[in-house]
């Protein structure tokens, strides 16, 4: 149990091109949803909390209107990087949290990598 | 504020040595939970404990170890008798009680030699 998924796994798209990255929940309902990110060799950084049904918390210094982040559902959000660029190259991890027992903690994805050429 | 810390950036051991990561915490709240993830190569994070701050047993699962002390505000992990598949970065984080995103240190690259 507590399985979380991300699609694409990897995805190399062009200079000013949005992409969409899924998280899904499979077998519990995340209330929550944290994404981040992190550039080669360095750390995990959170990017924004998302609760289903409410706009999403981004932390400072991450651009809301560059990274879209919906979560419609209890086992699905969607981050999408609008007009994306070289320095937008990183790997991107969610993490979903369910509620109570054992899913009151996070879960994590298996990343995506996104390559901007 | 809450922060983790891995002096450590990187560490390179011989296999069947011991090897301890070093991981430092700061935080306010009483009630906190404190983890470590290995990453391999893939990029996939893989759990490897959590403790909460009321619990200061020492851990052992196969050939790991981990030494909470509250005192000094340190979570160290130790593996015992390394081996090659052991290579990967190794982070410390570090949650409240709400189980809000976790604060991750900067990382322990942890390379294993035959």
């Known amino acids: 149990g507590a399985v979380v998924s991300q699609h694409p796994s990897r995805v190399i798209c062009k200079s000013g091109t949005s992409v969409k990255i899924e998280c899904r929940s499979l077998?519990?309902?995340?209330?929550?949803m944290f994404w981040y990110r992190q550039f080669p060799k360095q750390s995990l950084m959170l990017m924004a909390t998302?609760?289903?049904?409410?706009?999403?918390?981004?932390e400072q210094g991450v651009e809301k209107d560059k990274f879209l982040i919906n979560h419609a559902s209890l086992t699905l959000s969607t981050l999408t990087v609008t007009s994306a660029h070289p320095e937008d190259s990183s790997f991107y991890i969610c993490?979903?949290?369910?509620?109570?027992?054992?899913?009151?903690?996070?879960?994590f994805g298996p990343g995506t990598r996104l390559t901007v050429l | 504020a809450q922060k983790v810390t891995q002096a450590q950036t990187e560490i390179s051991v011989v296999e069947k040595e011991d090897v301890t990561l070093d991981c430092v915490y700061e935080?306010?709240?009483?009630?906190?939970?404190l983890f470590w993830y290995k990453q391999p190569p893939s990029g996939e994070l893989v759990f490897l404990i959590r403790?909460?701050?009321?619990?200061?047993q020492n851990e052992i699962s196969g050939r790991y170890s981990w030494n909470f002390q509250k005192s000094t505000s340190s979570f160290n992990f130790t593996i015992t008798a390394s081996q090659v598949v052991d290579s990967a970065v190794y982070f410390c984080?570090?949650?409240?009680?709400?189980?809000?995103?976790?604060?991750f240190g900067k990382g322990t690259t942890l390379s294993v030699s035959s």
């Open positions: 998302s609760n289903e049904g409410s706009k999403a918390t981004y």
């Open positions: 403790r909460n701050s009321f619990d200061e």
């Open positions: 984080a570090l949650t409240n009680q709400a189980g809000t995103a976790l604060i």
């Open positions: 077998d519990f309902q995340a209330t929550t």
């Open positions: 935080t306010r709240d009483t009630t906190y939970y």
């Open positions: 993490s979903a949290r369910g509620q109570g027992g054992r899913y009151n903690e996070q879960f």
